[in-house]
């Protein structure tokens, strides 16, 4: 059984491991656990793994945040992948910072790379792992703080909470998705 395992963010050296970026973050983790190699790619770079006899196909698209559902449309469809077996990583500022809230459905919640996805998948039914940043910014400064780098105090929490997504993710591919909220909707 195959799963695409999305992981948004923005392409560029001034976006690396920034609050918008976790996506990248979180398949750069999963990757790393099982010595995975990234190679570029149509839309994307992408890692092939093997978990428990499936098949996890990591994807960072290099579409931008806003135009994400370009590269997840097209690899679904290039590697016949159905959407209950599709997961995108998102940062989430509705979210505390590290909280991760795992849906199978639901609105894009102002996300412009869950508003692209939702547009080129005409649904809102599919799976996605939503990473909390908080929201500590000031009126007017929100694009700042989702572009800006961790702060040194917040990267403790991210050095948990990344392993659990990351454990998350392989119970959606393995269990199922019942079981993977429960273990990371805490």
Known sequence: MKYLIIGLGNIGEEYEHTRHNIGFDVVDQLAKKFDGTWQSAKHGWICEVSHKGRK???????????????????????????????????????????????????SDGGHNGLKSVQASLNTQ??????????SDFTTGDQVNFVLGAWKEEEMAALGLTIPRAVEGILQYCTLGAGFAMNYTNT
Do not use: C, H
């Not at 931008?64 to 940062?91: F, P, R």
């Open 56 to 106: 996890l196909i990591l994807l960072k698209p290099n579409t931008y945040m806003n135009l994400s559902g370009k590269a997840v449309s097209y690899w679904m469809q290039a590697e016949k992948i159905k959407l209950e077996n599709v997961l995108i990583v998102a940062d989430d500022l509705a979210l505390p910072l590290a909280k991760l809230r795992l849906k199978t459905k639901g």
């Open 125 to 134: 039914n599919y799976s996605r792992l939503r990473f909390g940043i908080g």
